[in-house]
């Protein structure tokens, strides 16, 4: 009897996905967009490795951010070098330097950050760069939030000029106009604006977890926010100063005149509404309409390096987070060696623009199209004749296939329409004897024949 060997079916790691064909048509449409925005805003293209040694990547994204890295291990006997007592100790934390020097990125910023300080002689400041690629982190997987997922950041090092901050907003505006998305929001703070809070609320020395704390406060409510605040030794007061605060309501300009008068006393404080202030004034110079800029005080941000102004964007009325953040961050070279080099930048996360607009149905159907022409053909010599066809087309900047096998024009066909392929050229005998081709048009079943010529130039309209 026959040994039958059952195969485990093939399964993919929590939080990571396939991209067949149709996915990735769409994906492009996002990419291609974003791209095309960043290049005419003056950022050139960059790339860095997958993996950074943990030493780069440590103590940027705060301790939240550090225990969601992914760790490689050593390779070889990883094991061979540790230490005895910390094996023994079972501690997972304690082990990790002996049997990990590397980590997958857990952002395109800091391996930037890395990468300027690497190459200050070569760079020309400011530097402004845009980095797609994918990067991980060890979260918890659900709806648009993923272990694997692609970033498109575009960042600019080597000035302090309020200018880049109102670029970030030009920039964020016209991609989700190239994107065809509406309904979005822009929420903007400042970590001086954050700071000045924390000082009126008895918090200058314990911002961190207040600021940690409030980012949450959309997603868990104002009395969650207050009962992990009072376990850190928030005081009454200090909880009722913060979310008068907070929960104040108005227009960009009456939030802006509250602010200033809660911090007269607070350097910080109105360090952060007058760069605010200058943004929106840039802003108003290039004739912006801020209609999607929202002035939101909770925002922080969880990122420990941003220092200045800060976005995060959201699209209305979809069941997911925000698909655009980012911020001024003052001193990240500084901690690979390099001082007193600001930047700011932004990401767009695909995988979350990719789920919202499939929510809201704005792929078009061109998206899909591959190929803009299939020829068809009925035997091994009408099939060598579309080689030259075929090759007519593309020298002309058409995307051409050749159906591959002889088969019945139906089957041919069908994989035309399947592929949502706009044009078929049919060549049969008649056709290779006048050069008058027949032309189908698929999205409305009209054929006719043609002349190659003739061909190209409705293609080409």
Known sequence: MADFILM??????????????????????????????????????????????????????????????FKILNSGDFLKDADQAKLEARDSKLLTTDISEKGLRYDLTVPFARYVVMNRHEITFPFKRYQIQPVWRADRPQKGRYREFYQCDADVVGTDSLLCEADIVLMITEVFSQLHIQDYTIKINHRGILSGLAEICGAKENEKPLFVAIDKLDKIGEEKIKEELRARGFQEASLTTLFQILNFKGNTQQKIDFLSAKFSASENGRKGLSDFQKVLDLLNGYQFSP???????????????????????????????????????????????????????????????YDAMEELKLFPSEAMISSTVMIAHFDNETMRYGLQVAARLRAAGVATELYPDVSKIKKQMEYANKKMIPYVIVIGADEMKDGQLTLKRMHTGEQEKKTLEEILLEIKK
């Open 291 to 353: 209609k999607h800029l929202e002035f939101d005080i909770s925002l922080a941000r969880g990122l420990s390096y941003y220092t200045g102004c800060i976005f995060e964007v959201k699209i209305n009325n979809v069941a997911i987070g925000s698909v655009s953040g980012g911020g001024r961050y003052d001193n990240l070279t500084g901690s690979f060696g390099l001082e007193g080099v600001s930047g700011i930048g932004i990401s767009f996360g695909v995988d979350r623009l």
């Open 8 to 69: 485990e079916k093939p399964t993919l790691p929590k939080g990571s996905r396939d991209f067949g064909p149709a996915q990735m048509a769409k994906r492009q449409y996002i990419l291609d967009r974003i791209k095309a925005v960043f290049q005419k805003y003056g950022f050139q293209p960059l790339e860095t490795p997958a993996m950074e040694n943990l030493t780069a990547l440590t103590g940027k994204y705060g301790d939240e951010g550090d225990q969601l890295l």
